[in-house]
């Protein structure tokens, strides 16, 4: 499920600030790069059973490489994931996703997006 209301979609932000204000945030970045895409993931637990859903904000650098820990990176429209054990995380609105997750996410999304905003302003100056 695509969260559209947010204004994180776009935003450019340097690699090594972008992982801190994400994992700062409980995202895990772990090896889920490659050279020119990033994926940070956060996992949220679920009562139903052998289900889990998964916050994922992901970009793809405009400048330097992912592996080099230099690169400036475009953020893409985060995505709300329903992960059905044994078989993988799936994305599609029919997916019937909680409301309560939803809020959640959106919460969170409204977090970050205020610290990259921050970020971005005090380097301006």
């Given amino acids: 499920m695509k969260l559209e209301n947010n204004e994180i979609k776009d935003t450019v932000l340097d690699l090594q600030p972008l992982t801190y204000i994400m994992e700062r945030n409980g995202f895990v970045l772990a090896g889920q790069w490659d050279y020119e895409r990033v994926t940070y993931d956060l996992k949220m637990n679920s009562p139903e ?3 889990t859903y998964y916050l994922r904000v992901s970009g793809y650098a405009i400048e330097g490489e992912v592996d080099s820990g230099k690169a400036v990176i475009k953020l893409l429209t985060p995505l709300l994931g329903k992960h059905y054990y044994p078989h993988g995380v799936e994305y599609g609105e029919e997916e019937g996703f909680p409301q309560n997750i939803i809020d959640k996410s959106e919460r ?4 970050i997006n205020d610290q990259l905003k921050q970020f971005i302003e005090e380097e301006a100056k």
């Fill in 49 to 51: 059973k052998n289900i």
């Fill in 108 to 111: 969170i999304l409204s977090t």
